[in-house]
Nanobody, 122 residues
């Protein structure tokens, strides 16, 4: 079992930045693909970014490319999401997740955090 806990969410003005962290416990994340998803009010949860075991490959949804950066520190059992140039449409609950394979579909992810709220004001 892997327990995931997100932190770093908050309220920020448009154009600002936030860095989300996801701390894992129970097992090392070095054998897992790590991802970030988000769910805005009234909308389905959507894929944001994913990173391979060794961080050699990363994937992003089109709307965040060039603004968000996913990274991981396997020694610290933690993944990160650096979010720059934030827009009001980035407002959502952000979830970290762990999977056995690199995929953008949430069905592939076995473990989930409880989420952290990100609110971007205009």
């Amino acid at each position: 079992q892997v327990q995931l806990v997100e932190s770093g969410g908050g309220l920020v003005q448009a154009g600002g930045s936030l860095r989300l962290s996801c701390a894992a416990s129970g097992r090392t994340i070095s054998s897992y693909v790590m991802g970030w998803f988000r769910q805005a009010p009234g909308k389905d949860r959507e894929f944001v970014a994913a990173i391979s075991w060794s961080a050699a490959r990363t994937y992003y949804t089109d709307s965040v490319k060039g603004r968000f950066t996913i990274s991981r520190d396997n020694a610290k059992n933690t993944e990160y999401l650096q979010m720059n140039s934030l827009k009001p449409e980035d407002t959502a609950v952000y979830y970290c997740a762990a999977a056995q394979k690199l995929d953008t579909g949430e069905a592939s992810y076995d473990y989930w955090g409880q989420g952290t709220q990100v609110t971007v004001s205009s």
